[in-house]
């Protein structure tokens, strides 16, 4: 049994990793399908444009061009047999030493126009075209002693020409200038080498003549002798300075413990511990202490023989104070002696630095004269083997053809290297998509409207469900809840309530909560209009108003209420002034219940957090077959995520054209931060014109839902809500009851 869980626990471990890689690649995945469902969907359109376009321009390019050929020649060129003069004055800067150096220069030299020059001029006419022809490109084989040359022209001959051309002037500017170096070369050489050798002899000369003047024979044996002498004298020093400090010590010891000072001689003289005055005179008080009981058993203290007892005692310790006294004379006579004697150390070595800073003087300028004699000696052995070394080149002049040559002769190229017909392509092909890309990113940041819903699941991690579209539509919203079921508009919620009753949220739960980020996004209309379709499908359907702040839903079914409806509602449940039968109004032309807000109460959300509403949802789960809430916006209050913190399934109304990016993000980082996730997503305002509003002239959240007063980030779309009712209550009925007569709805609630 233990052998079977260590197993589990094993693969268990082995899983782990397993897990997270799948996790990184699904968050990777994740993220790619939100920036293409942002930034390339929306215009994908742009991309096949763009690369057509790009490509047609790569097309007609390749046509108009010239295109260019290249020819290139190698040569071999090696320093050895090349370098024989390496003397100030006569090296020739154009072989430019050896290795990397000496090949550099002949790369810089191949492009002077010392060489160019006769290589035009040896083309003859054909020279004059070479100013078509692009500059020679010269470059070092690494690791090799090869050279490439390559020029580059609309004419492959000529280019071949010019190339070829550029090596044989290179080969016969070395070889002259070869010539020249070895004749004149040995010349020079012996001129130099008879000053140098006049210059030796004069350094010579000047070195025995200071040797002789300063009596040096040997100045580093000189010099380690005086540096002993120094080095032992200052031992001396050393343990003359150590006795001073050992007697001072002795002699501190004894003035500061005088009346022990006989007692502790023996410890601090070694003398005095091994035999002399003091010992004896201590052995002698000692036996003589000794009989003075023997006296004391036959005599009285008035005795004579015990008073001359106690004399003797006092002569003897007055001997033992004697001879401390004298003690202390010897040791301050040896302290003076071992001061003196560390002070003629001292003198002593005083003298030998003083001789040693003479010897380092001399030295230094022995040793300049006698490393000017050995840097004459150098000069004249080097110029004497280059001297040998010119007249062995010049009896082998043959071996010189192995140093530079051409390996590889220039040809006409058959083929353009420019352009690269498929290099071209490509490269148009990628400006293309990187263009499209380019400008979809900045179309999409200027516009940051959200236009399609993908880019909503995929904010959602891209497994977030839509649950049906509500199309524009030009009716007002009191034509569109007395409809008989057969509009269009009808359609879509029928499509809605199809998407929901087979999903998993209607198969597990009867409450539903329908919410929206912003207002105006038509989250009223729809839950009204989906109750409505439920009720039509023969459900028993509850539509709950838990827009505790800013209420709409009375507002919308005010045909269909009664007077003062409002007096009572949801806020009276939560507070415990009446039950929820009591509130639920039916309205029989709709084939729904309802239940309003009630009265605004000043704190929403401490009443959401009471144990009243688990109770009031319970009982409406008993009697509905399903009951929908209406709630406020989720960026305008807490309310929303409070009310699906009781495990009540969120649908979201996302109006398309009016939601924001930044809104969208702020409102999944919030869901995130709070580990709330929506069940579904319904799409309003779907396949509207980008110039609809402004052709329309703007649109509110309903009819004056009035949201306002916190502005939210640097976007300044405001939202929030405003307590309170009386004379804007009029007017804002007074303005949809205008608005309703002449103007067209867009489900905007």
């Known amino acids: 049994m233990e052998s079977l869980q ?33 930034y390339v969907r929306p215009y994908i359109w742009l991309y096949p444009a763009s690369v057509v376009l790009f490509v047609l321009a790569g097309f007609i390019y390749l046509q108009t061009i010239t295109p260019l050929y290249r020819s290139h020649t190698r040569m071999h060129i090696s320093s050895n047999k090349l370098q024989t003069l390496n003397v100030s ?89 070869r010539v020249v170096i070895s004749n004149t070369g040995v010349d020079l050489l012996r001129d130099q080498l008879k000053g140098i050798q006049e210059k030796r002899n004069e350094a010579m000369n000047e070195l025995l003549k200071f040797k002789r003047d300063n009596s040096i024979f040997d100045l580093r044996q000189s010099y380690a002798s005086l540096v002993g002498q120094m080095s032992s004298l200052n031992k001396e020093v050393f343990e003359a300075d150590m006795d001073v400090e050992e007697l001072e010590m002795s002699l501190q010891e004894m003035r500061e413990n005088r009346d022990t000072a006989v007692i502790m001689m023996p410890y601090l003289l070694p003398s005095a511990r091994d035999g002399g005055n003091i010992s004896s005179l201590k052995n002698m008080l000692l036996s003589h202490e000794m009989t003075l009981p023997q006296l004391l058993t036959q005599y009285s203290k008035e005795h004579i023989a015990v008073k001359t007892h106690f004399e003797v005692s006092d002569m003897i310790k007055k001997a033992e104070e004697r001879e401390v006294d004298i003690c202390m004379k010897g040791l301050e006579l040896r302290k003076a002696r071992a001061l003196k004697r560390k002070i003629r150390l001292e003198a002593k070595i005083k003298d030998i630095e003083k001789k040693l800073a003479e010897l380092d003087k001399l030295g230094g300028e ?22 040998n070394e010119i007249r ?116 597990q739960n009867k409450i539903m909560a329908i919410s929206s980020s912003i207002p105006s996004e038509g989250k009223t209309f729809t839950i009204c209009n989906l109750a409505r379709s439920f009720a ?60 309003l807000c009630g009265p605004i109460p000043p704190s929403p959300s401490e009443l959401l957090n009471g144990p009243v509403f688990d109770k009031m949802l319970e009982e409406a789960r008993n009697i509905y077959d399903l009951v929908l809430i209406d709630t406020p916006p989720l960026l305008s209050a807490t309310d929303t995520m409070i009310l699906v913190s009781h495990n009540i399934p969120l649908l979201l109304v996302v109006r398309l054209f009016a939601l924001t990016r930044p809104m969208l993000m702020h409102m999944v980082e919030t869901m995130r931060q709070m580990n709330l996730h929506p069940s579904g997503i319904i799409a309003n305002n779907v396949d509207v014109p980008s110039n609809y509003y402004s052709s329309y002239g703007g649109y509110g959240y309903g009819y004056g839902y009035g949201y306002g007063g916190y502005k939210y980030g640097k976007y300044g779309y405001k939202y929030g809500y405003r307590y309170g009712g009386g004379a804007n209550d009029k007017d804002e009925r007074k303005g949809n009851e205008n608005k309703g007569k002449g103007k067209a709805s867009t489900g905007k609630a």
């Open 536 to 595: 039509r499908d023969g459900k028993r359907t509850l539509l709950v108003d838990m827009d505790l702040r800013r209420p709409r839903l009375h507002k919308l079914l005010k045909d269909y209420l009664p007077e003062n409806s409002m007096k009572r509602g949801m806020s009276n449940v939560l507070v415990g002034d009446c039950k929820m039968s009591d509130i639920i109004i039916p309205i029989k032309e709709l084939g729904i219940d309802v239940a």
């Open 89 to 177: 004055g006569i090296n020739d800067p154009t072989y430019g030493g050896s290795g990397n150096a000496f090949i550099n220069t002949q790369v810089i030299l191949l492009g002077s126009r010392d060489i160019l020059k006769p290589a035009r001029a040896s083309l003859g006419a054909a020279g004059e075209a070479t100013d078509y022809c692009s500059a020679p490109s010269i470059r070092v084989v690494q690791n090799t002693n090869l050279v490439d040359i390559s020029i580059d022209s609309a004419n492959p001959e000529l280019a071949a020409k010019m190339c070829n051309a550029i090596a044989n002037s290179y080969m016969e500017y070395m070889l002259n200038r």
């Open 6 to 38: 260590q197993q589990q626990q094993t693969a268990a471990q082995n899983a782990v990793p397993q897990v997270l890689d799948d996790a990184s690649e699904e968050n990777v995945l994740q993220t790619a399908l939100k920036y293409f469902y942002m």
């Open 392 to 507: 062995i080149a010049d009896s082998t002049t043959k071996t010189d053809e192995y140093s530079i040559f051409v390996v590889e002769p220039a040809v006409a190229a058959k083929m353009p290297f420019y352009p690269v017909r498929s290099k071209v392509l490509l490269m148009m092909l990628a400006a293309g998509l990187a263009y499209a890309g380019l400008l979809s990113f900045v179309l999409v940041s200027v516009n940051n409207k959200i236009t399609d819903i993908a880019q909503v699941t995929s904010a959602f991690g891209g497994n977030l469900p839509v649950m049906g579209h509500i199309p524009c539509f030009n009716e007002s919203e009191d034509d569109i809840l007395k409809s008989n079921g057969e509009t269009y508009v009808d359609d879509a919620f029928r499509n809605v309530r199809t998407s929901l009753n087979l999903s998993r949220i209607m198969r």
């Open 366 to 387: 022995y040793n300049m004269r006698e490393a000017t004699c050995n840097s004459l000696d150098a000069t004249c052995k080097m110029l004497v083997n280059r001297i």
